[in-house]
């Protein structure tokens, strides 16, 4: 029997490793009502650029298998037990409940780790229970994605929105700043912060600037 052999990513502005799935393809809460990518997922930056090389892509595919492995927990705790950051999904979402529950158990036992977990996966109930084991621990934070590029928030212990730019922030968010230093995140660690409650991420890239062209076409 193959054992679990998980594949990391380290996006170059990021201040540690993550663990990634293709984006899209493990998306199911990146399609709305209308059966069409939600606003933020259409302007997705890991579907472009490097993204969508096969050597970037492959560890992502790789990942949707591996966990799969009944010794993937044991070996991804032991994988992180150097780490002191962690970022689960640069790309891709937490599409499967067992996926959760093992991730879940690697969270518990990695308390040294900070684990940040940004998704989508709360528009379905039969997340809501490990989501909320998740949040509880003291070294997660679950940072629940609005699907708004024009600053909309939701409802949750720590979010996420998209802004226009930094200007057009509102009272009691956190602008992420990595996008004036080159896309780096430098000393900032907002992001694994429970005391950030709402995350406001500038726009950036081609994809995001055409939604913005839209919205403008339809408010005229």
Not at 123 to 138: D, H, N, R, T, Y
Request: proline share 4%.
């Amino acid at each position: 029997m193959k054992t679990a052999s998980p594949k990391f990513s380290k996006a170059s502005k990021m201040p540690c490793r993550s663990w990634s799935l293709q984006a899209l393809d493990t998306c199911p809460g990146s399609i709305g009502e209308n059966g069409e990518l939600v606003a933020a997922c259409s302007g997705c930056y890991a579907t472009t650029g490097n993204y969508r090389f096969p050597n970037v892509k492959a560890p992502r595919q790789h990942n949707r298998e591996d966990w799969k492995h009944t010794d993937w927990t044991a070996t991804m705790i032991k994988e992180l037990d150097n780490d002191r950051y962690f970022r689960w999904f640069d790309s891709g979402d937490l599409y499967s409940l067992d996926l959760a529950k093992k991730i879940l158990a690697v969270m518990k036992a990695t308390p040294l780790v900070k684990h940040w977990l940004p998704t989508r996966m709360y528009k379905f109930q039969k997340f809501a229970g490990i989501l909320a084991q998740m949040e509880a621990l003291p070294n997660v934070v679950v940072r629940k994605s609005s699907d708004s590029i024009t600053g909309e928030t939701i409802a949750g212990q720590t979010t996420s929105t998209i802004i226009e730019s930094a200007d057009s922030a509102k009272d009691g968010m956190t602008v992420c700043q990595a996008y004036e230093r080159e896309g780096k995140c430098g000393d900032c660690r907002a992001c694994w912060d429970k005391g950030a409650k709402i995350i406001a991420y500038p726009a950036h890239g081609k994809k995001i600037a055409k939604q913005y062209k839209i919205i403008a076409s339809i408010t005229l």
